[in-house]
């Protein structure tokens, strides 16, 4: 067993779980936040996407273990129902999911997408910044223009 | 993924000790190779040691004409820095954003996938690899097929990349994974024209018959002469030894057209 202490959305926590655990089971099953979702496990689909020291990383490949004193921002993280983050707003007006399997990490990579852009982001760099998200449903047309109307709300507050 | 003793270690002597004192140990730098591989149980050391904790093996320095980046330093970290462009452009198409952010150069070079792209880098600009005892030349580090010169237990510290004149790296990605199906860096050094191919064989390797045409006349045009022995080149069901081939030729004429 190891000891790890981690702060998950502004939350401290300190518990001791088998070597091998990964970070995505961790907070699924540990922490039972399950807004981090497990699509292939094999570090593809980025489903599990969620923010470790302020990068974008997929939690399926990740030791928990390596999170160790680290902090941690998932998509419960974000914002409320009654008051969206402006990425999850966006997503929600521009029709930007069906099934919603995807949303969590497409929603979590957005983010790191947008907070690192020196300039503003197009449509074509979106586009490159998710190709580690798959989405089944969408087609992305509409994740890209969600992400676009967030960025424009993001970069002028 | 079976289970194992997982080890965080705050310098490269105490990783050493530990390494030798374990039955099978590997070293975990950011894991985007190791991970999968544990979790398909296609490897089950009895530990694993994080580098992670090691600060100096973080950041990247440049210094009298060439670039030092530490082993630990992520492709996300690479990519931003614009000191040598091809460089940063090779790394910033590596994999996703996700993969760049914990995928390290000391990592990939490590393992020597025969189709990663950083291989092709190191080749093309001469580059240097520095391990906890000794500095390996990229000529002599690339043996062959996931081998490399390194000692059971040695680990990189960094890598050093001396300035070229111009270089560029294109690759006819793999449309899922991103590897290169076929990646070809080109470089021209006060010393001459070097050409490093990658995902083409079972190991990145120079192609000396363009870098001596080259050498007299830098034009993507020229390379189309010259032929490329496909022979021995990987065949999978993303490309045949012949496309390959054919995509060494394509990808150094749109290298050379990016910088001629
Ligand atoms: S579940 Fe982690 S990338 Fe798909
Ligand atoms: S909305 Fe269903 S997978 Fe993206």
């Known amino acids: 067993m190891v000891d790890i202490t981690i702060t998950v959305n502004g939350t401290g926590h300190s518990l001791s779980v088998p070597d091998n655990t990964l970070l995505s089971d961790l907070l699924r099953e540990n922490l039972r936040l399950t807004g981090t979702h497990i699509g292939c496990d094999t570090s593809q689909c980025g489903s599990c996407t969620v923010e470790l020291n302020g990068r974008a990383v997929k939690s399926c490949t990740v030791l928990a273990a390596q999170a160790n004193n680290g902090s941690i921002t998932t998509i419960e993280g974000l914002g409320t129902p009654n008051d969206l983050h402006p990425v999850q707003a966006a997503f929600r007006d521009n029709h930007a999911l069906q099934c919603g399997f995807c949303t969590p990490g497409m929603i979590m990579t957005a983010i790191e997408m947008i907070k690192d852009a020196t300039e503003p982001l197009s449509a074509d760099q979106i586009r490159a910044g998710l190709e580690g998200n798959y989405c089944r449903c969408t087609g992305y047309q509409n994740i890209v223009k969600a992400v676009l109307a967030a960025q424009t709300q993001l970069r002028s507050v | ?260």
């Open chain 2, 1 to 260: 993924m079976y289970s194992f003793k997982y080890h965080s270690v705050s310098s490269t002597e105490e990783a050493c000790t530990l390494f030798e004192s374990s039955e099978s140990a590997v070293y975990l730098s950011g894991g985007m190779t190791l991970i999968p591989t544990l979790k398909q149980r296609l490897d089950y050391p009895t530990d694993v040691i994080d580098l992670g904790a090691i600060d100096d093996l973080q950041g990247i320095d440049t210094e009298n004409g060439s670039v030092r980046v530490g082993s630990r330093t992520c492709h996300a970290d690479v990519a931003c820095n614009p000191h040598i462009q091809a460089l940063a452009d090779l790394a910033g198409g590596i994999g996703d954003l996700q993969v760049r952010n914990c995928g390290t150069i000391g990592g990939s070079i490590a393992n020597n996938d025969p189709a990663a792209d950083y291989p092709a880098a190191l080749l093309g600009l001469g580059a240097t690899v520095h391990t906890n005892n000794r500095d390996i030349r990229a000529d002599e580090f690339f043996l062959d097929l996931f081998e490399t010169a390194l000692h059971t237990g040695e680990i990189v510290t960094a890598v050093s990349f001396p300035t070229p004149l111009r270089a560029a790296y294109v690759k006819f990605p793999n449309p899922a994974s991103r590897y290169a199906i076929v990646g070809v860096f080109v470089a021209e050094h006060n010393t001459g024209i070097r050409v490093a191919v990658t995902g083409a064989g079972s190991c990145v390797f120079r192609a000396t018959a363009i870098e001596e045409v080259l050498q007299r006349d830098f034009r993507p045009a020229v390379v189309e002469g010259v032929s490329v022995d496909h022979s021995k080149f990987n065949s999978d069901i993303h490309a045949s030894q012949e496309f390959r081939g054919h995509l060494v030729t394509e990808m150094t004429k749109r290298a050379v057209a990016k910088i001629a």
